[in-house]
């Protein structure tokens, strides 16, 4: 105890002798005191902002539970999950599904004429963040007619089932087509060695 009196004695004699320490030790008490203040106002502004979103997100909350009629609105949304369910194909198996949709489209284009049908599979692949759903994809290589490439594209945009073109070339000299389409499938079991 008595070495640290001697040592506070010491350091009050250097203050009072040294003018330059003095203003060190009050420059550095100011910015520590200037440091704090600045940080104590980021948190205060913190919990502002954090209470201004909070509160605004009840307000909305609110709004929406007053003026919202939520039978209607769950039957519409069933209605509307309905309808898009109706848009995607349907198949147990990966190759159920690339042979369902070879076939349909193998149909399709004999039924507008199209010549020397050639559908081979695509690309078949889960679909990124979207469980239970497949992209199958098939390659079609046919010759044509003039005309006939429109009204292959008027069948495709107007199926039940939707078909979804990713790519259509076509070379007027041979009147060939190549296309490259894909189809959304639900109901594929996920492949248990994967």
Same mark, same amino acid.
């Given at each position: 105890? &008595?070495?640290?009196?001697? $040592?506070?004695?010491?350091?009050?004699?250097? /203050?009072?002798? &040294?003018?330059?320490?003095? $203003?060190?030790?009050?420059? +550095?008490?100011?910015? /520590?005191?200037?440091?704090?203040?600045?940080? #104590?106002?980021?948190?205060?502004?913190?919990?502002?902002? @954090? !209470?201004?979103?909070?509160? *605004?997100?009840?307000?909305?909350?609110?709004?929406?539970?007053? @003026?919202? *009629?939520?039978?209607?609105? %769950?039957?519409?949304? =069933?209605?509307? &999950?309905?309808? /898009?369910?109706?848009?995607?194909?349907?198949?147990?198996?990966? @190759?159920?599904?690339?042979?369902?949709?070879?076939?349909? $489209?193998? =149909?399709?284009?004999?039924?507008?004429?199209?010549? &020397?049908?050639?559908?081979?599979?695509?690309?078949?692949?889960?679909?990124?963040?979207?469980?239970?759903?497949?992209?199958?994809?098939?390659?079609?290589?046919?010759? !044509?007619?003039?005309?006939?490439?429109? =009204?292959?594209?008027?069948?495709?945009?107007?199926?039940?089932? %939707? +078909?979804?073109? *990713?790519?259509? *070339?076509?070379?007027? #000299?041979?009147?060939?087509?190549? /296309?490259?389409?894909?189809?959304?499938?639900?109901?594929?079991?996920?492949?248990? #060695?994967?």
């Amino acid at each position: 105890m &008595n070495a640290l009196k001697a $040592l506070w004695r010491q350091l009050r004699a250097e /203050l009072s002798a &040294n003018h330059r320490l003095r $203003l060190g030790v009050w420059g +550095i008490a100011f910015t /520590l005191l200037l440091f704090l203040t600045l940080l #104590q106002g980021d948190r205060l502004v913190a919990a502002y902002e @954090g !209470y201004a979103g909070a509160a *605004d997100r009840l307000a909305r909350a609110e709004r929406l539970l007053e @003026g919202h *009629d939520w039978t209607a609105a %769950k039957d519409l949304e =069933q209605q509307r &999950n309905a309808q /898009l369910a109706a848009a995607f194909w349907r198949a147990e198996t990966q @190759g159920v599904a690339e042979a369902s949709l070879q076939a349909a $489209l193998t =149909q399709l284009l004999t039924s507008l004429e199209f010549f &020397n049908v050639r559908v081979r599979p695509g690309v078949s692949q889960p679909v990124p963040d979207v469980p239970g759903l497949w992209q199958i994809q098939a390659q079609v290589n046919a010759g !044509y007619r003039k005309g006939a490439e429109l =009204q292959l594209l008027y069948a495709l945009a107007n199926s039940e089932k %939707k +078909i979804i073109v *990713d790519r259509m *070339d076509m070379a007027s #000299q041979n009147a060939r087509l190549l /296309l490259i389409v894909s189809a959304y499938f639900t109901g594929i079991a996920e492949d248990p #060695q994967a």
